[in-house]
């Protein structure tokens, strides 16, 4: 799975072999962020890190409001 960010504020959770759309939510806010893409889950937080954030069955989501967990 490859997750992608957008500037106005939605995620969309993309196939990694076909590059489909699985799914797209919206973050509630603008998403500014330049690292808007992200592969694989991180270990560590970095405040310049990646927009989207993969955790454990969690998936955070940098916006201009603050992080949020969509659903």
């Known amino acids: 799975m490859v997750y992608a960010a957008t500037g106005l504020g939605e995620v969309h959770a993309l196939d990694a072999a076909t ?10 806010a603008a998403i500014s962020h330049p ?13 310049g890190g990646a927009a989207v954030v993969v955790g454990d069955r969690m998936l955070c989501v940098r916006t201009d ?3 949020v967990a969509p659903r």
């Open 19 to 28: 590059g489909g759309v699985v799914w797209t939510a919206e973050a509630g």
């Open 65 to 67: 409001a603050g992080v």
């Open 35 to 47: 690292h808007a893409f992200v592969e694989e889950p991180s270990d560590g937080y970095d405040e």
